[in-house]
């Protein structure tokens, strides 16, 4: 039961990210995200929870709902921007996309042969419309803080229906892709800051006509 009210909160969320527009509210909400699923780490051991799952779920909650917010909150401070302005696809068709995106994923899940049983049944769909959730967020959006937290929310729903399918992986494994995710992040945090003190904006596509007009 805990799993499914997890796995519902974690799309219902993704929906949320998807109709926001200012930025502040959009780190709480990926925030939310690191959180719902450091508890989930928990809810899939049905046999009993040792310090395995108690490590990686710490290690999830302090990584994914602190420290990525924490880096992003000071670069959103630095680059003085509180909104995505003007999106290339406007947060009422994102939200439509997003329930036609969910749907689709439950029609899809239903037909995915799987190598095993699966903890939730709704943890395919979910995880999968996550993970479509912030592949959208990431080209539907113009400012490159708005992308770092859709490549957050794609990992997010990666690592969902990976801890649902998959849940003896050895936790160094596990541990290892959240350092990863980590620096990709605290990069991209830096990378931001830097962009916005040269240029006096982080919008990704004026920095593509930056680009042509360079070459």
């Known amino acids: 039961m805990w799993t499914d009210t997890l796995l519902v909160f974690l799309a219902l969320s993704s929906l949320l990210l998807l109709g926001s527009s200012r930025l502040t509210r959009c780190i709480r909400i990926v925030a939310f995200q690191g959180v719902v699923l450091g508890a ?3 809810a899939v051991h049905r046999d009993g929870l040792s310090v395995r799952p108690l490590l990686l779920a710490v290690a999830i909650v302090g990584i994914k709902g602190v420290a990525f917010p924490w880096v992003l909150s000071r670069v959103l401070r630095a680059g003085e921007v509180r909104r995505e302005v003007e999106p290339f696809i406007s947060y009422n068709v994102s939200l439509v996309v997003g329930a036609l995106t969910l749907g689709l ?3 899809w899940s ?21 993970t479509l959730a912030g592949l959208f967020v990431i080209v539907s959006r113009r400012k490159a803080l ?3 937290l859709g490549y957050l929310v794609l990992e997010n729903g990666i690592y ?3 801890i649902g399918l998959v ?3 050895p936790m160094v494994v596990e541990l290892g892709v959240l350092l990863d995710v980590f620096v990709a992040v605290f990069v991209m945090g830096i990378a931001i800051f830097h962009i916005n003190r040269e240029f006096d904006h982080i919008d990704a596509d004026r920095l593509a006509v930056l680009r042509d007009w360079s070459a």
């Open 40 to 42: 989930l780490t928990l």
């Open 105 to 107: 994923s439950f029609w």
């Open 110 to 130: 239903a037909r995915l042969p799987l190598p095993m049983p699966p903890v939730s049944s709704l943890i395919v769909p979910i995880a999968f419309f996550t």
């Open 146 to 148: 708005t992308q770092v």
């Open 160 to 162: 969902a229906i990976g």
């Open 167 to 169: 849940a003896e992986t």
